[in-house]
């Protein structure tokens, strides 16, 4: 555990409890002490669902612990499995309630005993997981759960569907535009002759998991969830999935092509005329930013400096469309997802100079900084970094603020994600003609930001030096400075005279 301001991925029991609140008549039992219990108000928020988030809250307080906090648990359970008739309840502590060491499958099994429906213990390690882990975890458990249980009582539905389906594992409550995703991943599988067989755990009862043995192939489009689930589904019923994520056209050509190629190894007699041709017109005539990445306005991109980070799949496709599709320099690619580095090393080292793993958002401002970017997708916490530093930022990937659940169809993934991706970076960057106008105007914003050089103690400004930079409007002179700033560093220099000023701004382009 870590104690810090700024998270990347919260706690265990938000992972637990997103996953729980997706699915459709499952209720969760949070043991946590007062100011732990902010889920509700985060979901309903965010999500602008019209419904109560499905999280009872088991408060621990002075005097709870003082009785013992078994009957209080056990006495939520019931009530809630009286009141709502849930299919499944989820009892979950929390970070801090965990401290007290409690027997929760000892509470569990109490709670069973006055319950109509099913009740367990979320199988996570508070400790040592955090949101994203824990979430792909409690997806599993559940799946395992009502699995062995069909298996038990026979009535698991084993037999493939007659047309080629699929299920789509890991889209879920708060997760970075998936409700958008979703709708696009259905429509491209509905042209292709797809059915999906499944959603997990969005949108999803506990009778849905019994049926996920039918579809064909399993499609887990965010690693961060859905991905032990998938294994899980392979080894138990061979059922092989695919784990490419469609964002971006190159990789929404490798996704389609990857399902048909795992589909005909299931099938070999199945027909596949027709992809190519899907994937030509798509790519053609209806996705725009295949035709905007050979224009002269995406061609003013190429050189331009980047910097991506966010979590593991949207950060490596984020790269990876940079680079290949649209010619910017990707300085420095990174992730929070530190259980998955290996994974992202090998997806993104082809495409950028400098790789960055870490759970600290100190380390990610200060590469900024040093590297001194076009422009940052990051999530969150870089557009914040990147106010400060005057650098724009494209959000794309949790967390997030309420911005980035829009009421409007916005994916990321599909051929209409990439449309959307190639608006976010084209207008992330201030282009050539946009500065030209800004700097014949004045610019459009006259607050100035104040910042520290990187090594304010190695510089000296001369006087004739402070004099020369006060000539340059407002707006970008603080961006001049620290450009300076690096250069004379670079070149071992003492002072910042005019003369070097000058061949500063010659260095970084005018």
């Known amino acids: ?15 637990t409890l997103r996953v729980t609140s997706s699915f459709k008549n499952v209720h969760a039992i ?117 699995i062995q249980k069909a298996q038990d009582q026979g009535n698991l ?15 879920f409550t708060l997760g970075f535009h998936h409700s958008h995703d979703l709708r696009e991943m259905k429509r491209l599988l509905f042209y292709l002759g797809i059915e999906v067989n499944a959603v997990l755990p969005e949108g999803a009862d506990i009778e849905t998991i019994r049926h996920l043995p039918q579809a064909w192939i399993n499609l887990v489009p965010y690693r961060e969830i859905g991905l032990m689930t998938a294994q899980f589904l392979e080894e138990e019923f061979g059922q092989p999935y695919v784990s490419t994520m469609p964002m971006g056209t190159t990789q929404t050509e490798n996704f389609v092509r990857e399902i048909f190629s795992t589909l005909q190894s299931l099938d070999p ?27 002269i306005d995406c061609q003013n991109l190429t050189g331009r400096r980047a910097i991506v980070f966010g979590d593991a799949s949207h ?11 649209m010619g910017i320099q990707v300085v420095c690619a990174g992730t929070y997802c530190t259980h998955d580095a290996e994974w992202f090393r090998q997806q993104v080292s082809p495409y950028t100079e400098e790789i960055l793993i870490t759970e600290d958002h100190t380390q990610v401002g200060d590469v900024i900084r040093r590297l001194e970017p076009a422009a940052i997708f990051g999530t969150q916490m870089e557009r914040h970094v990147g106010k400060r530093l005057g650098i724009p930022c494209g959000v794309i990937s949790s967390p997030v603020h309420i911005q980035n659940f829009p009421l ?14 190639a608006d976010l970076v084209y207008n992330s960057f201030s282009l050539g003609m946009e500065e030209h106008l800004l700097e014949m105007f004045g610019g459009h914003d006259t ?35 620290k450009n300076t700033e690096n250069y004379a560093l670079q070149h071992h220099l003492e002072e910042i005279t005019p003369a070097v000023l000058f061949r500063a701004k010659e260095a970084f382009g005018g």
Not at 273 to 285: F, R
Not at 411 to 421: D, T, V
Request: proline content about 4%.
């Open 1 to 15: 555990m870590q104690l810090a301001y700024w998270m990347y991925a919260g706690p265990a029991h938000v992972g």
């Open 30 to 146: 949070m043991h946590a002490p007062l100011g732990d219990d902010y889920f509700h108000v985060m979901r309903s928020m965010l999500e602008r669902e019209r419904d109560f988030t499905p999280v009872t809250a088991s408060i621990v307080d002075r005097d709870v612990l003082g009785n013992g906090t078994k009957d209080k648990v056990t006495e939520a359970a019931r009530r809630k499995d009286r009141e709502d008739a849930p299919d499944l309840i989820v009892v979950t502590p929390t970070c801090t309630s965990s401290i007290l060491q409690e027997d929760l499958a000892n509470f569990v099994d109490l709670a069973k005993l006055g319950s109509e429906g099913d009740v367990i213990a979320a199988d996570v390690n508070h400790y040592r997981f955090n949101e994203v882990q824990a979430a792909d975890r409690t997806l599993e458990q559940i799946v395992k759960f009502y």
């Open 157 to 171: 539905i084993t037999e493939r569907t007659s047309k080629p389906s699929v299920n789509l594992l890991g889209i």
């Open 269 to 295: 007699s199945l027909s596949t005329d027709h992809v190519s041709q899907y994937l030509h017109e798509k790519t053609h005539w209806v996705g725009e930013s295949a035709w905007f990445s050979r224009s």
């Open 315 to 325: 950060a490596a496709a984020m790269t990876r469309i940079l680079s290949q599709e």
């Open 408 to 421: 409007a169809y916005r994916p990321f993934c599909g051929y209409e994600g990439a449309n959307q991706i």
């Open 447 to 481: 607050k100035e930001i104040l910042d520290l050089p990187l090594d304010p103690q190695d510089i000296l400004w001369t006087k004739e030096g402070e004099e020369e930079l006060q000539n340059i409007p407002r707006f970008v002179r603080h961006k001049v400075r």
